[in-house]
């Protein structure tokens, strides 16, 4: 879709729970150039597991990031993820696309548990030019509720969507892009949020899982103040240091098993389901939670295979001035999301 004309820049807009954030990239060249990036922080209250609480606050939010990108179009790229979106990989009968569409929608009612009616669907062929009797297709369901909410939001910053994707896709750009000796083997990228954190499993660079775990950046905080007597200033200070402390090390265990936890079950899954899932060569990790110091550490001891922090900028031309009053390091875990987003170049 040419959504931005002759200009190929390309909004990639990710609406947190504790932050907006606005990625620019230029795809005039045929290499993606970041030339912008904004951060604006948004009340802990504006955003709770997911639902907007403050549409109006929220909907300013976008508005200032936006403005701040100083691009004149206000059409960008977000994406919805959660609960109320189902990404599968599933095995049909081998047939031209447009049967495959016509088939899509009685494969999504096998594999999907909402209510047909009330759902967008989208499916890609992984596996087009292979022989046999079987394809691999990639399915993808969303509420049409969530999807409609957030037009809505972005609508209202006056900001129209012309795409909105999903989550883990828009994480496997970018991831893909910065990453490429991750697209062999099985493994695990974890996106630590605010609220929660996005686990997508793939394998030689497919992905074949993607689900949400309730632990997030969040939970790390209130343990800090809640177990040890910190202050919310002084506790996010502690998330965001590069100092290890005893209280912080008890913490990076608690929610570091609940991590390891999830992907040990997402795993054992796939292993159940699919005969050809192999095991996990390796985790990599962004987000907020990315940054927590001595967690990659421990869930590289807990999990007993390479744990890496994954960097959306590895790869990236960055033009001079993008990241303008900024502190690259602290901020490149954050951009996982936003980027991938970016990436969707105009045609």
Known sequence: MAFFGRKKLTVGLDVGSGLVKAVVIDHTSGSPELVK????????????????????????????????????????????????VIVKKIQIERVKDAQARELMRWEAEQHVPFDMES????????????????????????????????????TDAGAAPAV?????FALHNAFALNHPDAMRGTVALL?????????????DGI?????????????????????????????????RGFDRTIALDG?????????????????????????????????YVCGGGARVPGLLGWLASRMRIPVELANPLARLTIRDGAMEFLSTDEVAPLLMLPVGLALRAAA
């Not at 904004?38 to 549409?55: C, K, Q, R, S, Y």
């Open 251 to 283: 913490v990076a265990a608690l929610r570091g098993e609940e991590l390891a936890i999830g992907m040990e079950r997402a795993a054992t899954f796939l292993a159940t389901s699919s005969r050809s899932f192999g095991q996990l060569r390796a985790i």
């Open 191 to 203: 996106n630590i949020g605010h609220e929660a954190t996005n686990l997508n499993i793939l394998d």
């Open 37 to 84: 990036v904004v951060v604006t922080p948004l009340a802990d209250t504006a955003i709770v597991e997911g639902e907007v609480m403050d549409h109006a606050l929220v909907a300013d939010a976008i508005r200032q990031t936006i403005d701040a990108t100083g691009v004149k179009t206000k059409q960008i790229v977000s994406a919805v993820g959660g609960r109320d």
């Open 119 to 154: 759902v967008e669907l989208d499916f890609q062929i992984l596996d087009p030019d292979a022989e046999g009797l079987e394809m691999s297709v990639l399915l993808v369901a969303a509420k049409r509720e969530l999807v409609e909410a957030k037009r809505d939001l972005l």
């Open 164 to 168: 909105i994707d999903v989550d883990a």
């Open 207 to 239: 992905p074949i899982l993607t689900r949400d775990l309730t632990v997030g950046t969040r939970r790390f905080r209130e343990d800090l103040q809640r177990d040890h007597g910190e202050s919310a200033d002084d506790a996010e200070a502690l998330l």
